[in-house]
Nanobody, 112 residues
Framework: VQFVESGGGLVQPGGSLRLTCTGSGFRFDEAIMIWLRQAPGKEREWVATSAPGGATFYTDSVMGRFTISRDNAKNTVYLQMNSLQVDDTAVYYC???????WGQGTQVTVSS
């Protein structure tokens, strides 16, 4: 099982980024895929979920700003992040729900 995240970077408040995560070693089309993040000095927190049937779920702080989507043909899950805020600064990870494997994450820094 492997997860490879990309797409992070430095962006000003109010800006946008799209994160990409490709998974391998499991049945991606049957997987509940999640995005999590870990800010400096804080515990890792759940951000969004994409269920195989199409349902999506978000933590309150990103509702209306972030959109999770997936392309099962590419074994890829995305996180479109709009109206970014300084508090969104973190390392972002994707994972299959229930997996104990972590990717390297991708750094998102929101700063003016």
């Amino acid at each position: 099982v492997q997860f490879v995240e990309s797409g992070g970077g430095l962006v000003q408040p109010g800006g946008s980024l799209r994160l990409t995560c490709t998974g391998s070693g499991f049945r991606f089309d049957e997987a509940i895929m999640i995005w999590l993040r870990q800010a400096p000095g804080k515990e890792r927190e759940w951000v969004a979920t994409s269920a195989p049937g199409g349902a999506t779920f978000y933590t309150d702080s990103v509702m209306g700003r972030f959109t999770i989507s997936r392309d099962n043909a590419k074994n890829t899950v995305y996180l479109q992040m709009n109206s970014l805020q300084v508090d969104d600064t973190a390392v972002y990870y994707c994972q299959e729900h229930g997996s104990t494997t972590w990717g390297q994450g991708t750094q998102v820094t929101v700063s003016s």
